[in-house]
RNA sequence: GGUCUCAUCGUCUAACGGUUAGGACGCCAGGUUCUCAUCCUGGCAAUCCGGGUUCGAUUCCCGGUGAGAUCACCA
């Protein structure tokens, strides 16, 4: 089903990195969005000047761009309803906020901070819960500005239905005379949120579970507005992965974009997001983006909690790695594909004859970027696409993140060091003698030479080398493995031989033989 | 404390009121001519407790318990 009005959004406000809690946040918006075919809006809301951090509104541009979240109006593209940044809007909200005071629906706060908190002390030694419009001031003074503004509540039950939670009840008590105008000008959440999804026609309010407790409180703004209130859906929380606390900065949360450098891939990350929360009822775990937009839906959304957790995100990593062509796994761990949906850009033929001094620029910067991104060793930088290709297509299977590429390939393109305690502490080359071990190399070396070393060649002659020495491959095909990679572990003897070549694989086995005496 | 929400293996989860409560991650064991990984096979492991409704309850209702959220001139 597709309903091409669905507008929804993402709506962060500029404080610091992204965590995976409010990518998912976003996920599920964008999920919605694209399923019905309809626009997805990047918003920031920046009206506590006093938490806003510097930088953060590029490091959630770049972290939804490598999720390959793409919104179709926003902060940075504007679109019919710009400006999409809250700090650009007050004249939008001191006019909402004047209809209000018009209606009687809204009143200057005449009360110092002591007095508010006199009055919260008050509520306190009577055991009654702090209820601002029970202290309600009478005559109230004209809104001058300096003061804090404040939506006149009309406390009544409310039941709604969430699209996710289903029927939810409060009573009166929910609901309280709350700020929509700081002194300091800014509104506040409460207030511009809804001024702005009214504004730029948002169908679908999703957002996280900590916003239930003021739902009421919005539900009363709606009503004062007379305007039509979005579908409300609530979103379970993602949980920390000790403690049974919802996911936070500072429960150690990272930043999305250190996933990245760790070697995740974006697809990998999505469909862990998705699936922490949300299943489509079939036992299939690992999705591609695109079937996620297909099977996505609101009403399948779980109502609980969710714990992080990262041994199912190594997994379906691995997953998404193998799921990949070797091509298209080349480019990324070349740095040269950041994601998806950046990827056309990064495909856009640049012209020459504006390669001005900005696009130099621009290219330094790229080049930065994918240097960032590029997970060979740094003993790979001389070596060319086909070869590491080759390299590739041995450990694919092997890579959990692509940046174990680094230590698992390091020996293909660098002289390995001569580590012997490899062959002492290995169970069955221990108990060969010294000369047994250079026996056997030497007879692999003669061998060896005779080979036309592809892949099969090498095969069959390592076969004819069993016959030959008499040794089990536990014996013989470990000896040559390590005189040759030094390595804990690496692909079939036979392919990574192949790939090393003729030349450094005896050269190696001469140098091990060297090495014993 | 008031208000609100939630509750199936360790974790993510499936199950029109009828299943030996299913799958996946992780873990353990075995297999694939060395190692590591992949892949395959098998194993361990759960309906928070107590009432009710019903022929029958993981599922519906009530009450506990537990966990979480929220009660800001934060979002």
């Not at 305007?227 to 500072?250: D, F, Q, S």
């Not at 095909?477 to 040759?484: E, K």
Request: aromatic letters at 10%; glycine letters at 6%.
């Amino acid at each position: 089903m597709t309903d091409k009005n669905t507008r929804t959004r993402f709506a962060p406000s500029p404080t610091g990195f992204m965590h995976v809690g409010a990518a998912r946040t976003a996920l599920f918006a964008w999920l919605q969005a694209k399923k019905d075919d309809g626009k997805f809006i990047l918003r920031i809301e920046d009206t506590d000047k006093g938490r806003e951090v510097g930088g953060s509104i590029e490091h959630i541009i770049k972290s939804l761009k490598w999720l390959g979240l793409s919104w179709d109006e926003g902060v940075d593209i504007g679109g019919p309803y710009a400006s999409y940044k809250q700090s650009d809007r007050l004249d939008i909200y001191r006019h909402w906020a004047e209809k209000l005071i018009a209606n009687g629906r809204a009143y200057a706060d005449p009360y110092s901070k002591e007095q508010l908190e006199d009055f919260r002390n008050q509520a306190k030694t009577q055991k009654k819960p702090f209820l601002y419009r029970e202290f309600r001031p009478e005559n109230p003074p004209a809104w001058d500005g300096t003061q804090p503004l404040r939506f006149k509540s009309e406390p009544k039950s409310y039941t709604w239905t969430d699209a996710v939670m289903g029927e939810l009840h409060t009573g009166p008590e929910a609901i309280d005379d709350f700020i929509i105008i700081k002194s300091d000008g800014y509104p506040t959440y409460n207030f511009c949120h809804i001024i702005d999804d009214m504004l730029m026609n948002v169908s679908h309010v999703l957002r996280s579970q900590e916003f239930i407790s003021s739902t009421p409180k919005f539900l009363n703004l709606y009503d004062a507005l007379q305007i039509e209130r979005p579908v409300l859906a609530t979103l379970p929380y993602v949980m920390a992965i000790n403690g049974n606390k919802k996911l936070g900065k500072r429960d150690g949360a990272k930043d999305i974009l250190d996933y990245q450098k760790e070697g995740y891939l974006p697809e990998a990350m999505v469909n862990f997001l998705a699936t922490l929360g949300w299943n489509d009822g079939t036992e299939q775990e690992v999705f591609t983006t695109a079937e996620l937009i297909e099977k996505f839906s609101l009403d399948r959304v779980q109502k609980s909690p969710a714990r992080f957790d990262e041994q199912r995100l190594l997994w379906l990593n691995g997953q998404h790695i193998r799921a990949l062509s070797l091509d298209a796994l080349s480019n990324i761990v070349s740095g040269k594909s950041v994601s998806a949906d950046s990827s056309l850009e990064h495909l856009q033929p640049k012209s020459d004859q504006t390669s001005g001094l900005l696009s130099d620029l621009e290219r330094s910067r790229d080049k930065e970027e994918s240097d960032d991104n590029d997970f060979w060793p740094l003993s790979a930088k001389n070596t060319d696409e086909t070869k590491k290709k080759q390299i590739l297509a041995l450990v694919q299977d092997r890579l959990k993140t692509l940046a174990d590429l680094a230590t698992l390939t390091d020996y293909f393109f660098a002289e390995p060091d001569i580590n012997w305690s490899m062959i002492t502490d290995n169970k069955q080359l221990s108990k060969l003698s010294k000369d047994e071990i250079t026996n056997l190399l030497q007879a692999s070396a003669d061998e060896l030479s005779k080979s036309d070393f592809d892949s099969e060649s090498v095969q069959n002659t390592l076969n004819s080398l069993l016959e030959i020495t008499g040794q089990p491959p536990g014996v013989l095909f470990s000896l040559i493995r390590i005189a040759v990679s030094w390595a804990p572990f690496s692909p079939a003897l036979n392919d990574t031989l192949s790939v090393i070549g003729k030349e450094t694989s005896l050269s190696r086995i001469s140098s091990a033989i060297q090495a014993n005496v």
